[in-house]
């Protein structure tokens, strides 16, 4: 952690405003704190702005004495109050942009934060929207609300984009340790924010365009949902063929050049890989072009979710009374995020199939499946044992494998962390090919 008293005095000069407390905005707001700037968190939710306050975390990456440190030496305050905006230098906006039930892009949080910038925007103010978006967002959408203030960009204040890159649960690298991409509408507004961004970055990237960088953080994310949805299209078909492709994997992993490994899993999850890559087939519609390698990884990330609902419903057939206990609901490990989990869905279906589900996760305590409400249980003797299928959707670091193998009387493991263990339970894998 780098001391603030050690940081140049200049930091303290320019006062930065984080529009967004989420899993994006708070790292962030923290890195600059942590920097030596003096940080004002904006969002709208009251229990965090109260939480951040009293130095609460309420993300499991963020320890509550990093927090305590930045909030109580007064280099970071919540508020949900915009007129703070008024007395800022920089304002980073870091809201989220989901998708419609049609799967095309919403972007009504940013446009709800447009129109509370514009009357509070000031001259010489940098704005830097960091938000998952298609290629034309921030030119095309984000600063005309901007400039509804009357104010010019380049010649009274600056707009600048710079795709966030923050991995919930990696423990690898900080985020002042990943390269920053970065973009200005002018070269004047490229100039602001690679001198910002310089700052509190290790490395930054310059590009030549808002559209470049909003493209680059799409191409990243879809290489990822093709290459998630084309490796579970082939565990699908290494179980009929009766191959392991987790042993392939690893053959193939040996290779020094051309190959990168994927794995297999209940479909891609989170706020980024199975939404980002649907903002850039929405675009390219507009192009007279169809994304059809997109739109095909989109089709199987369903699928693979309905394939292994169906391979528990065939596993149970013969129960009478069919149980299902799913152990983590998270999208990936050792995080409490649920968003976009295939787990959600998978619980869904099994119940609209007459499955009883109950459901285990150290760091979900309670969720929310359509109309149902769900507590995670303890994994004791006595719940292992009257369940008929333990699900392994997350690999959570923790996961108690002993004791649900010696319990269980089935275990579908879809993360392949049962590899070379045993026990009482007959384990099944997703791509095992029945082993």
Known sequence: MVHPENVAN????????????????????????????K??????DNNKIEQLNNGISYLPDIPDSYLQRAVFLGNLVGTTDYDMIKALDVVIVCV???????????????????????????????????????????????????ENSGL?????????????????????????????????????????ISTLYKKVFKKIVPVSSSRVA??????????RFINISFINEMAMLCDEMEINLWEAVAAANTKPYGFTPFYPGPGAGGHCIPVDPLYLVWKSNHYGI?????????????????????????????????????????????????????????????????????????????????????SSVNLTKTVLSETNCVLILTDHSEIPLENILEHAELVYDVRNVTNGLSGKAKIIRLGGGGQ
Do not use: W
Request: aromatic letters at 10%; a neutral charge; glycine letters at 8%.
């Open 10 to 37: 200049d930091n303290y000069n320019t006062k930065i405003g984080i529009v967004g407390l989420g899993f994006v905005g708070l790292p962030l707001a923290l890195l600059f704190a942590e920097k030596g700037f």
């Open 39 to 44: 940080v004002t968190g904006i969002d709208v």
């Open 96 to 146: 989220p942009t989901p998708l419609t039930t049609y799967k095309n892009p919403d972007l009504s949080y940013l446009q709800l934060v447009g129109k509370e910038l514009a009357p509070r925007i000031k001259n010489g103010q940098l704005i830097i929207l960091e938000s998952s978006t298609y290629p034309g967002t921030t030119e095309e959408v984000f600063q005309p609300m901007l």
């Open 152 to 192: 010019k960009v380049g010649k009274d204040f600056f707009i600048g984009y710079s795709p966030e890159r923050i991995d919930p649960g990696n423990k690898k690298y900080k985020v002042d340790e990943i390269p920053k991409i970065v973009s200005g509408i002018t070269d004047q507004c490229l100039s602001k």
């Open 214 to 223: 909003e493209f680059t953080k799409l191409l990243e994310n879809s290489y």
């Open 290 to 374: 169809d994304s059809k390698m997109i739109r095909l990884s989109d089709e199987i990330n369903d699928q693979i979710s309905n394939y292994i609902v169906k391979n528990i419903t065939n596993f149970l057939s013969e129960k009478e009374e069919k149980k299902v206990l799913v152990y983590g609901v998270t999208y990936k490990k050792d995080i409490d995020d649920v968003r976009e989990s295939p787990a959600i869905k998978i619980i869904s279906q099994l119940h609209l199939n007459g499955i009883g589900v109950s459901y285990h996760d150290p760091y979900v305590s309670k969720i929310k499946v359509g109309n149902k409400s769900y």
